[in-house]
């Protein structure tokens, strides 16, 4: 049997940010950032096991992560604004994460929208 959890949330994308604002965290597995330095919005993903994380990025390639590691990964800019598909899997606990990440713009500026779906073993 498999435990799915979804996770939603929304942060403001500051200009030129130093550090990311938290808006996704999946428990057990990892801790999701947005910061713009200044280059165009980054992904941060944290890795919050004490366990290697595998990172699949759409279009990028794959990423590893050790325990505590923190990776930027560029969201990807398209006609529909900027966008993220990445994929985390964790052997400790077995999870697999999907996670989708956009730009949205409102009154107040950009905001990151990000909804995650894990499955695993509980």
């Known amino acids: 049997m498999t435990d799915t959890v979804v996770i939603s949330g929304a942060a403001p994308v500051g200009a030129d940010a130093a550090a990311p604002t938290p808006l996704l965290s999946v428990p057990d597995v990892a801790e999701l950032g947005i910061v713009d330095p200044g280059q165009g919005a980054q992904l941060i993903v944290h890795n919050a096991t004490a366990a290697p994380l595998s990172v699949a990025v759409d279009d990028s390639g794959d990423l590893s ?39 949205e713009a409102s009154e107040e500026g950009r905001i990151a929208v990000g909804q995650a779906i894990a499955a695993g073993t509980p």
């Open 65 to 103: 992560l050790g325990p505590g590691d923190r990776a930027a990964v560029p969201l990807r800019s398209t006609d529909d604004g900027d966008r993220l598909h990445v994929q985390i899997l964790s052997a400790a606990p077995l999870r697999a994460v999907t996670a989708i990440v956009t730009i």
